[in-house]
């Protein structure tokens, strides 16, 4: 677990952390977010290779690159210092990239000498916060900080100001083949379309039919229920029935409780009763869900 100065530090949030950057001082857009710390040589600059955003439009970052040469760089890139001269961004990356394309041979900046983990918790949070992390990035990121600083996935989502349950659902979707990530990764499919089917059993066959079919994801839960109940032995006809008799707050409760367990949950109502399936495909699986009910094994 996270001891409790991180928590703490990260509880503040990242306006406290970096000097609220992000936040126009007033109404007046013309007006300066927040003055440099000083300016430095571009080429005096690296990246941070934990930098949990990987992937970069080389659209969007021309489009800045525009901006830039019009108006300069307004607000300012938070890096650390890692030599004499020399810095290692913390926050800024897409600005700093841009700035390059632009031509810039000096980039404003703000310099916040911290530790490896803050730093990675900054990178984090503020990239959570902008919406700048596609689904398979800021699962990585919260996968690092587990791994590497001991967070639990509360911690996370205190920090991030979102539920447990979201950084659960963001990290079962390490659990999909590369295939898919890769389209994920690539905005092929969302990241509804990615947790609908991470728990079936050819999550490719299904990612390349969503694909090209250009299907919805309530489209996407449909194929994953079907696909699983087949696994189970139902019948084609079956499985297209009970599609069909479904409503949309069970399919939604299915979702759910498939998002909170981890495994692929059926639900089929009988007049006032009914039967709740959960599959599971091994022992490991079963003795893990036996934990999550307080259940002996």
């Avoid at 689904?135 to 919260?142: I, S």
């Avoid at 499919?189 to 969503?210: E, F, K, N, T």
């Avoid at 079956?238 to 409760?253: G, H, I, N, R, Y």
Wanted: with cysteine; glycine share 8%; proline share 4%.
């Amino acid at each position: 677990m996270a001891d409790d100065n991180s928590k703490k530090r990260l509880g503040r949030g990242l306006a406290a952390l970096i000097g609220e950057i992000d936040q126009p001082a007033g109404n007046n857009a013309d007006q300066t977010l927040h003055r440099p710390d000083r300016t430095v040589p571009i080429e005096h600059v690296s990246r941070n290779a934990n930098n949990p955003r990987r992937s970069f439009e080389k659209a969007e970052l021309e489009e800045l690159a525009a901006s830039i040469r019009k108006h300069g760089i307004v607000q300012p890139v938070v890096v650390r210092t890692i030599g004499v001269d020399r810095y290692e961004i913390i926050a800024g990356e897409r600005r700093w990239r841009s700035a390059q394309m632009a031509g810039l041979i000096e980039i404003p900046v703000l310099v916040r000498d911290v530790d490896d983990r803050t730093a990675l918790e900054i990178a984090i949070v503020e990239n959570v916060q902008r919406s700048d992390l596609n689904p398979l990035d800021e699962a990585m990121g919260y996968e690092q900080l587990i791994a590497q600083y001991q967070y639990t996935q509360n911690d996370l989502g205190e920090v991030i100001g979102k539920s447990r349950s979201h950084v659960a659902n963001s990290l079962r979707l390490l659990k999909l083949p590369k295939e898919v990530r890769d389209m994920l990764a690539a905005g092929s499919l969302s990241a509804g379309h990615a947790r609908a089917i991470v728990s079936v059993p050819d999550p490719i066959s299904l990612a390349l039919q969503i694909v090209e079919k250009g299907l919805s994801v309530r489209d996407a839960e449909r194929l994953a229920q079907n696909a699983s109940d087949n696994q189970n032995g139902d019948a084609p006809g079956q499985l297209e029935k009970k599609s069909q008799d479904k409503d949309t707050d069970t399919l939604a409760l299915e979702r759910n409780l498939t998002d909170k367990l981890g495994l692929s949950v059926v639900v089929n109502h009988k007049g006032q009763g009914g039967q709740l399936k959960i599959n599971y495909k091994n022992l490991d699986q079963l003795e893990a869900l036996c934990r999550t009910l307080g259940a002996d094994f």
